[in-house]
């Protein structure tokens, strides 16, 4: 074994990385999870996976992705008054698949299929939905850069005029699903009675954009060969592994000699084509701000909003700082919880508080008089 661990096997670390996260090793989180580094080369649809074909999808800089498609799952049973639908878009560089097999989505889970039906939905530059590495008309840096609200305003075509739904229960992200969520916030208020972002963001800290941006040029290191690929890779899984844990929970889950070990296990072998998805989906990150739209966000925002809202964050969350997050809370009176974890962003995950976060997002589901924002809260 050339990984010196405390407490754990090495195998064992992979096990951990796997179920919590698979999620792509973008994370964003996320990645959020565990992600990050594994599953970005492994972004591959599966038979229950299903391709929604937009057409031409414009985008707020006033480009447009040509034959736009927007790749999603669904799991559970549409009721008889279609009231049941929980929207639940995946997180930075990760799948629909990680949300499942991170434990998220499925029968008695956050996302619970015994209750809800569930449609997940893969965000732009994940691989599966347009991305830079899937286009056949605008491949490669010919994709048009897009945003997180690029990304709702798909995900709303998707679900009006491919599932022909007028309205949904819930829209549930976690990281930068969270960042989708609250977008959803304010650009279709009208359209989900529900808001959950569980370590989300409503725009980018000034950590958040020192990190994400030092993502976005650690992806630039590559320069067309497979050194310098190998080189971004283990620099964005250095910096994932920074991120995602504390520093005291990494401390007494590696062992100081295994480190460069760890760092190897750590690091996915990703193609060229995925390491420019991340720069993508990165840039997205570090221009997110919902206040954009409003004139006095304090107050015009809040007044727009409908969707009763819950913001769960981390306090020791170094991948997604919780401090806008909180701020938002207080302009709009949603409610929030704020956890803390020595895993840090990885928080929401098994070994960690991933019970704690399915009981609070459970309670605030099912409880149709739950405090949330001012507003028409139906």
């Known amino acids: 074994m050339r990984v010196t661990l405390r407490g754990e096997t090495r195998a064992n670390l992979r096990s951990m990385l796997v179920e919590l996260h698979r999620p792509e090793w973008l994370v964003f989180p996320l990645r959020l999870f565990l992600l990050v580094c594994l599953s970005l080369s492994t972004a591959q649809a599966d038979e229950h996976l299903r391709y929604a074909q937009l057409g031409r999808c414009p985008l707020q800089n006033g480009a447009a992705i040509a034959d736009c498609v927007v790749a999603y799952r669904t799991s559970g049973t549409l009721d008889a008054a279609r009231s049941n639908v929980l929207v639940f878009p995946a997180w930075y560089g990760g799948s629909t698949a990680d949300l499942v097999a991170s434990g998220l989505m499925g029968p008695g889970a956050l996302a619970d299929t015994d209750r809800y039906h569930v449609i997940a939905i893969e965000p732009f530059g994940n691989g599966l939905s347009s991305s830079p590495s899937n ?13 997180i609200g ?28 969270g960042m989708q969520a609250l977008e959803w916030m304010v650009r279709r208020p009208d359209y989900m009675q529900r808001i959950v972002s569980i370590e989300g963001t409503p725009w980018p800290s000034s950590y958040d954009l020192l990190l994400w941006g030092t993502w976005r ?13 190998q080189q971004a890779s283990e620099l964005l899984a250095r910096l994932d592994a920074l991120a995602l844990w504390t520093p005291e929970h990494f401390v007494s889950m590696v062992e100081p000699a295994g480190v460069e070990d760890f760092v190897r296990d750590f690091t996915p072998a990703i193609t060229a084509g995925r390491l420019l998805d991340r720069r993508y989906q990165s840039t997205a990150m570090l221009e997110h701000d919902i206040r954009r739209a409003f004139a006095a966000p304090a107050t015009d925002l809040a007044a727009s909003v409908r969707a009763r809202t819950l913001l769960v964050v981390f306090s020791r969350d170094h991948m ?14 949603a409610e929030t919880r704020v956890l803390d974890s020595p895993c840090g962003h990885m928080g929401p995950t098994g070994p960690c508080a991933l019970q704690q976060v399915r009981a609070e997002v459970r309670r605030f589901l099912e409880n149709q008089q739950s405090a949330g924002t001012g507003g028409d809260h139906r």
């Open 217 to 229: 040029d650690a992806s630039n290191l590559y320069r067309g060969d497979a050194a310098s690929l």
């Open 135 to 147: 286009s056949t008309t605008q491949a490669g840096t010919g994709f048009p850069s897009f945003s």
């Open 320 to 333: 997604v700082n919780p401090a806008p997050s909180l701020q938002l809370a207080r302009w709009i009176g």
């Open 150 to 177: 690029d990304m709702v305003e798909a995900q709303y075509r998707l679900l009006r005029e491919q599932l022909g739904l007028e309205r949904v229960f819930a829209v549930v992200g976690l990281s930068m699903g």
